[in-house]
Structures are given as structure tokens and as C-alpha cells.
């Protein structure tokens, strides 16, 4: 199975500050065929079901705000908030879709300074 | 509007069984795979299980194979897991979710309120 290690497990950020979340697999998860990195990031608040923020490594999800941005290829991901809102404070989950079973990080928690 | 409701959460002896039903609506439910992720009470996210758009493709996690059986029936636009000789390691919140192909696995875009399950004797 493809391990997925989230850093850091729990991230304290000022409002309007940047948060930067990192997520390495344990393979890679770039399909050289299509150049497609398989990889989603998820967005969990309190009480509620995740979300879909990012898929392909660095598509956002219609809706998604422009401050929310995914980066990185084959094995070294990074989510970043570029100005962190009251709303954002959530538990952030990457997931690789590449091969089975699907794996999620063990999530990283943003809170607010 | 993507809605996916879940059913038939409860309380379960070890090794006894319980049937998750999801009823979707909003979309055309035999165009999309389907899955189950579960999460325990303050624990993060596992994979589950996955089912193509016509059923006949599915994946399971090793530790429910051969407990858990995914279905569908696409003219009822409906997901089911059946549950089978649960363990306590079962208890969690199941949620039924979308993935945004017709495939088994890929991203999921639409995830419901969830049901939970809990395993005690």
C-alpha cells in the first residue's frame, strides 16, 4: 500500500497568514502516461463530511476559493492557504487515487492563532 | 444537487451484521463509481470500498474483504455495503461518497453526512 505522511500533524496560523500543509507518498503517484499526478486534498470541518479542495495535484474544485492552492509532483506535495479566514480552520486530508487501495494522510489540523 | 444520504447505521454484536444503504440524487448515478470511507470517532480518514458505474467491478480494503460486500442498483439510484461477522475495529462513521469517473477508484467529489456504526457486545 502507498503510505501518505502528512506534515505537520497540527499548524497554528495568524488571520491572513499563510499556512503551508506538505504531503509525501511512499511511491510515487505520477502516471507518466498522462503526466497526471494522482493526488486530492480534502478539507474537514468539525461536525461535517470532507470536502474536495484539489484534485490532479493542482486543480481546484469548482467553488473552491483562489486561496487554496496544491503544488508538488510524484512524491512531495504541498497545499497552501495564501491567507488564512476564520472558515479555513478544518482538518486538511491528502489522498492518493493512483493505485489500490486509495490512502489518505493521517491529516493536519489548522487552527487559528 | 449532488445528494447522498446514508441508512442503517447502528448498533451491532461482534460478528453479527448490519446493511448501509446511500439513495442519490442530483445526478446521473449509473455515469459515476462509487465508494465507502470510513472514519472512527476522532480518527482520520480510510478507504473502504469502491464499485464501478455498472456493478461489475469492485475493490475492497484487505481487512473487510470477504465481510463486506459493495452493491448497486442503479435504477433505484442506490448504494449499499453489506456488513458481515463486524469486528470492533468496524466502528466508525461510513460515509458514502462519488467518484468523479465511472471507475472504481479516482477522486471523490461528493461525499454524504455519513452513518454510524458501532460494534459492541
Known amino acids: 500500500d502507498i503510505v501518505m505522511t502528512q506534515s505537520p500533524d497540527s499548524l497554528t496560523v495568524s488571520l491572513g497568514e499563510r499556512a503551508t500543509i506538505n504531503c509525501k507518498a511512499s511511491?510515487?503517484?505520477?502516471?507518466?502516461?498522462?503526466?497526471?499526478?494522482?493526488l486530492a486534498w480534502y478539507q474537514q470541518k468539525p461536525g461535517q463530511p470532507p470536502k474536495l479542495l484539489i484534485y490532479?495535484?493542482?486543480t481546484r474544485q469548482s467553488g473552491v476559493p483562489d486561496r487554496f492552492t496544491g503544488s508538488g509532483s510524484a512524491t512531495d506535495f504541498t497545499l497552501t492557504i495564501s491567507s488564512l479566514q476564520p472558515e479555513d480552520v478544518a482538518v486538511y486530508y491528502c489522498?492518493?487515487?493512483?493505485?489500490?487501495?486509495?490512502?489518505f494522510g493521517q491529516g493536519t489540523k489548522v487552527e487559528i492563532k | 444537487e449532488v445528494q447522498l444520504v446514508e441508512s442503517g447505521g447502528g448498533v451491532a454484536r461482534p460478528g453479527g451484521s448490519l446493511r448501509l444503504s446511500c439513495a442519490a440524487s442530483?445526478?446521473?448515478?449509473?455515469?459515476?463509481?462509487m465508494t465507502w470511507v470510513r472514519q472512527a470517532p476522532g480518527k482520520g480518514l480510510e478507504w473502504v470500498s469502491g464499485?464501478?458505474?455498472?456493478?461489475?467491478?469492485?475493490d475492497y480494503l484487505d481487512s473487510v474483504k470477504g465481510r463486506f460486500t459493495i452493491s448497486r442498483d442503479n435504477a433505484k439510484y442506490s448504494l449499499y455495503l453489506q456488513m458481515n461477522s463486524l469486528r470492533a475495529e468496524d466502528t466508525a462513521f461510513y460515509y458514502c461518497?462519488?467518484?468523479?469517473?465511472?471507475?472504481?477508484?479516482?477522486?471523490?467529489?461528493?461525499w454524504g453526512q455519513g452513518t454510524l456504526v458501532t460494534v459492541s457486545s
Open positions: 464499485i464501478n458505474w455498472n456493478g461489475d467491478r469492485t
Open positions: 442530483g445526478f446521473s448515478f449509473d455515469d459515476k463509481g
Open positions: 461518497a462519488r467518484i468523479s469517473s465511472p471507475l472504481v477508484r479516482g477522486v471523490i467529489d461528493y
Open positions: 489522498q492518493q487515487y493512483y493505485t489500490s487501495p486509495p490512502t
Open positions: 511511491q510515487t503517484i505520477l502516471y507518466s502516461s498522462n503526466n497526471n499526478n494522482y
Open positions: 490532479w495535484a493542482s
